[in-house]
Nanobody, 123 residues
Framework: QVQLVESGGGLVQTGGSLRLSCAAS????????MGWFRQAPGKEREFVAG???????YYTDSVKGRFTISRDNAKNTVYLQMNSLKPEDTAVYSC?????????????????WGQGTQVTVSS
């Protein structure tokens, strides 16, 4: 069992930055692939970024060059550094854990989810 708790969301102006954190419980955190998803009002949840247990990363095209996912296995924490934020990045961001080698981009491949944190980018 893995429990995930996100933090770091908030209100920021266009062009600003935020860093989201996702703290995980459980001694097997390092063996999980971690992902960040987001869901805007009226839209489906979408994959944002993922990081494998070996540190490999993958991003959706709309955030490449602006967002960086990282993990600190000693702290059982995964991060999402978000720079050059745009109004279209506004959404509830959730982290998730998957017991897979490759980084899944579909939500039903993930086994555990956090409650989400709101990110709002004002124009």
């Amino acid at each position: 069992q893995v429990q995930l708790v996100e933090s770091g969301g908030g209100l920021v102006q266009t062009g600003g930055s935020l860093r989201l954190s996702c703290a995980a419980s459980g001694r097997t955190f390092s063996s999980y692939c971690m992902g960040w998803f987001r869901q805007a009002p009226g839209k489906e949840r979408e994959f944002v970024a993922g990081i494998s247990w070996t540190g490999g990363t993958y991003y959706t095209d709309s955030v490449k060059g602006r967002f960086t996912i990282s993990r600190d296995n000693a702290k059982n924490t995964v991060y999402l550094q978000m720079n050059s934020l745009k109004p279209e990045d506004t959404a509830v961001y959730s982290c998730a854990a998957a017991g897979s080698v490759l980084i899944p981009t579909i939500s039903n491949a993930y086994d555990y989810w956090g409650q989400g944190t709101q990110v709002t980018v004002s124009s």
